[in-house]
């Protein structure tokens, strides 16, 4: 089975996963304006096939990180 590793920060994590954003938006329709406005995209991976190679903080104190997953899961998240 091939690796894929990635730069990412990571915004949030639970027992079974973490969220990352890789600065990619998408827009979204406020139902109460009609307005469209861009959200931040995150990708949510489970902690089981996910290993961070290594971390740190960023000028602006986001939690950066390079991680390790296999190739079949990046593909399937759309992430190559």
């Known amino acids: 089975m091939s690796a894929f ?4 920060e990571i915004r949030s994590t ?3 996963g973490l969220a990352i ?4 938006t998408h827009d979204v ?7 469209i406005i861009a959200r931040d995209h ?8 996910t290993t961070i190679l290594r971390e740190w903080r960023d000028r ?3 939690r950066m990180a ?3 997953i296999p190739e079949w899961l990046a593909k ?3 992430l190559i």
Not at 21 to 24: D, L, P, R, S, T
């Open 42 to 49: 995150f990708v949510w991976l489970p902690k089981k096939l």
């Open 29 to 35: 329709v406020d139902e109460r304006t009609g307005e």
């Open 76 to 78: 399937e998240k759309e």
């Open 60 to 62: 602006d104190n986001r």
């Open 14 to 16: 639970t027992d079974r």
């Open 5 to 8: 590793i990635l730069t990412a």
């Open 66 to 68: 390079e991680i390790e």
């Open 21 to 24: 954003y890789q600065g990619e």
